[in-house]
Structure formats: C-alpha cells, structure tokens
C-alpha cells in the first residue's frame, strides 16, 4: 500500500519559514520524481517544486529564491524548506510522487499571516 504523508504545515507570519516534510512508505523511493503542489482556498493546485530521482530541481518563478526542495533517499522522505513566506504563500501544500504512477498525500495546511 502507497502512502505520501505531508506534515510541518501551520500558521506563520510573512516573513517566517516552514520546513514540509513527505514521508513515504509502499513505492521505491529513489525512482521517483517528487513534486509539491500547493493549493489556495478557492484556487486550483499549482506545482510549487520538483525534484528528480537523479536529484535535480526546479521550481516555480514564485518561490524561487525562498524555497528549497530536497530528498533524503535513506530515509524514503522529501522535504521543502520554505523561508520568506508571504500571504500569498498560503494554502494546502500537496506532495506527489510520480514515476510510471503518480501518487498524492493528504497535504499539509499552510497559512501565512501578514
């Protein structure tokens, strides 16, 4: 059974940081291409961040600069570090895997007060 469990979400002033964390259990981990969505009440969920099993980056013009995706292939888990957030930044924060299938978590919650 697949499972992508996302956790490190909260409340914090613009400004702050977050650090998200996607643990993941059932799938081979270091084949995976691991993503972060985030979706904002009333809006469609955007890609945020990706990192490939090979460990390159990318991430979306928004956040570039002020978050940092990474993987820890020892511990099956993928993380983004997120610094100088902003109310905009709010919403629910998704992790995707994606290989030959594509699996979601629950999200992780995420609200930026300015």
């Known amino acids: 059974q697949v499972q992508l469990v996302e956790s490190g979400g909260g409340l914090v002033q613009a400004g702050g940081s977050l650090r998200l964390s996607c643990a993941t259990s059932?799938?081979?981990?270091?084949?995976?291409?691991i993503r972060w969505f985030r979706q904002a009440p009333g809006k469609e969920r955007v890609f945020v961040a990706s990192?490939?099993?090979?460990?390159?980056?990318s991430y979306a013009d928004s956040v570039k600069g002020r978050f940092t995706i990474s993987r820890d292939n020892s511990q099956n888990r993928a993380y983004l570090q997120m610094n100088s957030l902003k109310p905009e930044d709010t919403g629910v924060y998704y992790c995707?895997?994606?290989?030959?299938?594509?699996?979601w978590g629950q999200g992780t919650p995420v609200t930026v007060s300015s």
């Open positions: 995707n895997a994606f290989w030959f299938s594509a699996y």
């Open positions: 059932g799938i081979i981990f270091n084949a995976y291409n």
């Open positions: 990192i490939t099993s090979g460990n390159t980056a």
